[in-house]
């Protein structure tokens, strides 16, 4: 294995910059199940809006890397940080150019670039995501979350736990898996309990910290004893959650290690799947032409509770009964 990474900036734990995540979720919704097998090695890149450990959106596309990473023998290359398109698509283009195997870009806000740029490099393979449209081109796969499936099982175990019967919500940009997130977050809070209040404030903005963080303590000051949200700018609301000692539930990557006092469960994005599947195409010739959607049901979104956090076994029972349910079809998310 080998491994390059490009920091264009220099990020602490928690430095966070713009990214943006859409989603549509009208995909074809595929399970993932093989896996390569190759005796060469496979070279991937990555280019991504936000820190390779921002413990959000890029972080669950280099942690499933990671896990793929242990399966074969793969040379990965990362370019984080790529907030601005026109940086990113330079170096889409490069990686392409050096005759990379497959060159993910990790963000919605790319796709424009990315229909411009694949078809000059016909025998390169790209992947993006969170998105259902490849183009219409032969050599780009796509992937995205049905992240409002594990927005609805965190609503369901929020409105559990909560004693004030206030939810606070602090949102990015009102679109995609974000804006999923929200959805069935709201969504299975009221199935819970049908007279819950949750406030749902969008900063309009991915990157925000300190909005984040003035958003989330206004949650507080209105009653909210549980907080949620999505994207990078959420460590600042998972801050003020930890100051103020309020439950935080979080979302694509698991965010227990920022507050592990009040971190309770995070739903977690994991890619392996659709990488194993997109790899395995490459290898056997298939370059692109087809939409995934991770899930609950196929393993590619997963909660992972907090072994730290006290949860009532009364409450974990009906986060546990709604991921049951999903999966079975009796409770139906978003339709």
């Known amino acids: 294995m080998r491994r390059t990474y490009t920091w264009l900036v220099l990020l602490a734990a928690f430095a ?7 989603g549509d979720d009208n995909a074809e919704a595929t399970t993932t199940t093989s896996t390569p097998v190759t ?3 496979f070279r991937i890149a990555v280019v991504a809006p936000s820190a390779a450990n921002d413990l959000a959106f890029t972080q669950s596309m280099i942690d499933s890397l990671n896990v793929i990473d242990g399966e074969m023998d793969l ?9 601005v398109v026109e940086d990113a698509a330079a170096a889409i283009r490069d990686y392409a150019d050096k005759g990379y195997d497959l060159v993910i870009a990790h963000g919605s806000q790319y796709g424009g670039s990315l229909a411009e740029i694949a078809p000059d490099f016909p025998d390169t393979s790209f992947a993006w995501g969170t998105a259902a449209e490849t183009f219409g081109l032969p050599n780009v796969y796509s992937y995205q979350a049905a992240s409002d499936q594990g927005g609805y099982v965190m609503g369901v175990l929020a409105a559990a736990l909560s004693k004030t019967g206030t939810l606070g919500v602090v949102g990015p940009v009102e679109v995609g898996d974000a804006k999923l997130y929200v959805d069935g977050f709201a969504a299975g809070a009221k199935a819970e309990d049908p007279a819950i209040d949750v406030k749902i404030v969008y900063t309009g903005s991915f990157s925000d910290v300190a909005l984040a963080s003035e958003t989330a303590q206004a949650h507080v000051t209105a009653g909210a004893d549980v907080l949620t949200g999505s ?12 100051t103020e000692g309020v439950a935080w539930f979080g979302t694509q990557a698991n965010q227990t290690q920022i507050a592990p006092d009040v971190v309770v469960a995070s739903q977690v994005y994991h890619w392996e799947g ?14 692109g032409g087809e939409a995934y959607t991770i899930d609950l049901a196929n393993g590619g979104e997963v909660i992972e509770y907090n072994p730290g956090y006290d949860l009532p076994a009364d409450v974990k029972a009906k986060g546990d009964a709604a991921v049951a349910g999903i999966i079975d079809g009796s409770i139906v998310v978003g339709g």
């Open 16 to 22: 966070l910059v713009v990214a943006a995540c859409g």
């Open 39 to 41: 005796t060469e090695t």
């Open 75 to 83: 040379e990965i290359a990362v370019t984080d940080g790529m907030f």
């Open 231 to 242: 994207a990078q700018m959420v460590v600042g609301a998972i801050g003020v959650a930890s």
């Open 274 to 287: 659709v990488l194993r599947e997109i790899i395995a195409g490459v290898q056997s010739g298939t370059l």
